[in-house]
């Protein structure tokens, strides 16, 4: 009787084992199975920023529009300067009555408000044009990276700064900069041709 009650415990201890068992080997083949199917693929940002024709473009333009707005703001604070230098050297001059001092300095005022004004809308110009630009990188980028996942497959694509370590054969930099690139040369090419047309 001991003897078919061990039996029979090793038995249900066995199948008991084989059933916990089975499930962990089961999740393990899943987990394998999802690594293998979840691909993942990073891409350098600044690489883009640095070799996407759109971006060699537009960055000198808009840093010119940053000097041009620096020169422009530079001469107007020199020459608001030495207009309230020779004021003082004619207040002290005693060239003007009271009334005209009042007058002049009233005038000088409104021109640093005016160049404060000018200032302020100078910088949300220029802000509101980088904002502009960084857009239309972003949707470059994103548009360019569902076409090319579209055969990829990529679970996720990522950007290298990011992450603490990156394997390189995972990295699509390349690609999506000459796939913008080639993008970004064909619009070029329609936007010469609408050109042409309106000539």
Avoid: W
Avoid at 81 to 109: I, P, R
Avoid at 133 to 152: C, G, P, R, T, W
């Amino acid at each position: 009787m001991k003897k078919t009650v061990f039996v029979a415990l090793a038995a249900v201890l066995a199948l008991a084992s084989c059933n916990n068992q089975a499930p962990k080997m089961d999740e393990k083949t899943q987990k394998d199975s999802l690594q293998n199917e979840m691909k993942i693929a990073y891409v350098e940002v600044d690489s883009i920023m640095s070799q996407y024709n759109f971006c060699k473009y537009m960055e000198p333009i808009l840093e010119k529009k940053a000097l041009n707005s620096r020169n422009t703001l530079a001469q107007k604070q020199q020459s608001l300067q030495a207009a309230a230098a020779k004021f003082q050297q004619d207040l002290q001059s005693n060239k003007y009555t009271q009334q005209q001092a009042e007058q002049v300095n009233a005038g000088l005022q409104k021109q640093n408000a005016d160049l404060q004004a000018l200032a302020q809308r100078l910088d949300n110009e220029l802000a509101n044009e980088q904002q502009n630009y960084l857009q239309a990188v972003n949707d470059s980028i994103q548009h360019f990276l569902e076409q090319y996942n579209k055969n990829k497959k990529y679970a996720f694509i990522v950007t290298k700064n990011g992450l603490l370590y990156a394997d390189k054969a995972y990295d699509i930099t390349r690609d999506v900069i000459n796939g913008l690139n080639k993008a970004y040369k064909g619009n070029q090419k329609k936007e010469e041709k609408t050109e042409k047309v309106k000539k």
